[in-house]
């Protein structure tokens, strides 16, 4: 089976989960019953959640899963973004919905939606990725909302999500061009006129990533190097969130301890900058010959 075909088998998974994510985000439902849900699909389909299923309630932007004892649930009238990832024997698929439930934001995740419709449209090998910035700023701008200017999306690579290139969602002066054969994340932000078109982080930190390449370069030792075994084995290089580690309340002092010494890197959530409401749409594509196939 070609790398493709892994690939496709990964997106596969992904419109199953996105189907079930449509299905459960509601009021009232808890932040940590849609992850663990969602990332349960995942397990089941035969793959593995390529990060922890991101929840971004109305400003938050991304970087957002639930916690161990997460008591958090969608409050009403508020807009609701879902991110999964799938790793399929390292095969990633990235893609992202936003919920409305609230009539009044209709037309931002409107806004998000057909920025990436546009996007895509554009896609083919040699175009630049100024130029698709540039047809995800004009389309969000048309239709009076802002894109976000310091989120992008990313070339993925098997075991690597973000693999070197950014594709912004404006224009930007770079010579960079997608290329025929690779696979892009293409993902869209939004926020009102009234944002600020930009996130901040904040200090919360739910989702972790350990470098399994070079770690154990470091000096480590005793919990120290037993946690990091751990997470190198388990994770790879991926994303991770502690509730997905048994008995993590035994390593949880190491875990900070490593994550404030910079030998666990730690996701900080980020948030519209002036706290306003955001909506995301992503896909992955592989381009080829024609222009691109959506994989997600």
């Avoid at 972790?208 to 075994?229: P, V, W």
């Avoid at 949880?252 to 666990?264: A, C, L, P, S």
């Amino acid at each position: 089976m070609s790398e493709l075909e892994r690939f496709r088998e990964a997106g596969l998974i992904s419109r199953k989960v996105k189907e079930e994510a449509y299905r459960i985000v509601k009021e009232g439902a808890k932040i940590l019953e849609i992850c663990e849900i969602l990332e349960d699909i995942i397990r089941r389909e035969g793959a593995e959640p390529a990060f922890p299923c991101n929840v971004g309630v109305n400003e938050v932007a991304a970087h957002y899963t639930a916690t161990p004892q997460d008591v958090t649930i969608i409050p009403p009238r508020s807009i609701v973004k879902v991110d999964i990832g799938i790793s399929l024997d390292g095969y990633i698929a990235d893609t992202a919905i936003t919920v409305v439930l609230d009539p009044r934001l209709e037309l931002l995740a409107e806004s998000a939606k057909m920025a990436l419709h546009e996007a895509i449209k554009a896609i083919k090998p040699g175009v630049s990725i100024s130029k698709i910035g540039s047809i995800i700023h004009k389309t969000i701008t048309g239709m009076g909302f802002k894109p976000i200017r310091n989120l992008t999306g990313h070339e993925i690579k098997r075991y690597n999500l973000h693999a070197g290139l950014s594709i912004p969602n404006i224009p930007v002066r770079s010579g960079e061009k997608l290329r025929e054969g690779h696979i892009y994340a293409i993902e869209p932000f939004a926020t009102t006129m009234r944002g600020a078109g930009e996130v901040i982080s904040i200090k919360t930190m739910t989702i972790f990533r350990i470098d399994s390449e070079t770690i154990f370069r470091r000096k480590l030792k005793g919990e120290e190097f037993e946690l990091a075994k751990l997470l190198a084995e388990r994770f790879d290089n991926l994303p991770y969130t502690p509730r997905w580690i048994d008995n993590f309340d035994r390593f949880r002092k190491v875990h900070e301890k490593m994550t404030k010494t910079g030998k666990i890197h730690g996701y900080p959530v980020l948030v519209e900058k002036l706290g306003e409401p955001v909506a995301q749409f992503e896909h992955t594509v592989y381009v080829n010959s024609n222009g691109c196939e959506i994989l997600t």
